[in-house]
């Protein structure tokens, strides 16, 4: 039972060449995808910009607008 | 209880008696009955009177069947016959039986003790070591292949990079000039490590795929949101323009 335990078993394989090839394929395939996941990140990080561009500039115009607001609506308390 | 028994006394002598029922036709004037037959008399076992007769006997008679006579067959046989049709049968091969006589099989089965040092004869039968892949043609110099930059502007993170462009790209010409001569073998272990390996990325891919499909409809959800912005943004530039008009025009 030791023997068979410890005897090295091998398997054929046929079509190495194919599968060297397959095996490249994929691998520039994998090339392609982690380029584009940066290509992703990268707009992502721009949009995270474009998004905080876009919060401040609302925000100076509700403080404009609150502005207006009480300049016309209540101008004893400025 | 008895002391109530006097009301019911009272009670019964007051209430009137029903009428009685109406006599029924021929009730209490029934006629006698007929004089029975004694058993053991010998006029009522055989004979009947003919005031007992039934009435049909006298009226209907059976009608007289005459005995079926039997008709005599004879066969005869027909001077000539009609021609047999006869149709041609396929013709068969009477069947022989093969007699196989047994043989002797070249390798008898092996016993227990003998398949052991059968199984190291294979062991070392085995050929240890993958067998060695010889390229078609020599590889050519990948100096070529890659354009050099002025030794000025090239700094150490760069020549690392080379390098391992480099040995891949020796890998790469390599594999792609393998002729594989003898057949190839992987160990066992190592094959069911590359399976093993191979099924978590079929895994790993199938997440990767409804990840996608997630992050798909988050974008969709956006651009509805983003669009809603712009529509809201549009508005109230309107109501501004509107009241900027208002106000000092």
């Known amino acids: 039972m030791e023997k068979n335990e410890t005897m090295q078993v ?69 | 209880m008895r002391l109530f028994n006097f009301i019911k006394k ?37 004979k009947v009177s003919s005031s007992e007769k039934l009435p049909f006997s006298q009226s209907k ?26 149709t041609e049968l396929p013709s068969f091969e009477p069947i022989t039986e093969q ?9 008898l089965p092996l016993f227990p003790g003998e398949l052991e040092n059968e199984l190291e004869i294979i062991e070392q039968k085995i050929p240890i070591r993958v067998p060695t892949l010889k390229p078609q043609q020599p590889l050519k110099p990948l100096e070529i292949l890659l354009p050099r930059k002025p030794s000025s502007l090239v700094l150490e993170g760069e020549e690392i990079e080379r390098e391992a462009v480099k040995d891949e ?20 272990m190592r094959f069911r490590k590359i399976i093993g390996s191979l099924s978590e990325i079929h895994t790993m891919l199938e997440e990767n795929e409804e990840h996608q499909g997630h992050w798909t409809l988050k974008e ?25 008009k208002a106000l000092f025009e």
């Open chain 2, 220 to 244: 969709d959800t956006k651009d509805t949101h983003l669009e809603h912005f712009k529509t809201a943004l549009e508005h109230m530039q309107r109501k501004l323009i509107y009241i900027d």
């Open chain 2, 169 to 188: 790209h020796k890998l790469v010409h390599a594999r792609e000039k393998l002729v594989v001569v003898k057949p190839l073998f992987i160990e066992g």
């Open chain 1, 10 to 78: 091998f398997v054929k394989i046929d079509d190495y060449k194919d599968v060297l090839d397959i095996m490249n394929m994929i691998k520039n395939k994998l090339g392609d995808a982690k380029n584009t996941l940066n290509e992703v990140n990268r707009l992502k990080n721009e949009e995270d910009a474009e998004l905080e561009l876009w919060q401040t500039s609302l925000e100076e115009a509700e403080r404009r607008i609150m502005y207006i607001d009480k300049a016309l609506f209540e101008p004893e308390s400025l």
């Open chain 2, 99 to 107: 007699k196989t006589t047994p043989t002797m099989p070249e390798q």
């Open chain 2, 61 to 86: 008679k059976l009608p007289s069947f005459k005995p079926f006579a039997l008709r005599k067959v004879t066969a005869t046989m027909p001077e000539e016959l009609p021609p047999f049709q006869s």
């Open chain 2, 10 to 46: 009272s009670r019964a002598a007051e209430l009137e008696a029903p009428p009685p029922p109406p006599m029924i036709e021929g009730e209490g004037t029934l006629p006698p009955f007929p004089e029975l037959p004694t058993i053991n008399s010998p006029s009522s076992a055989g």
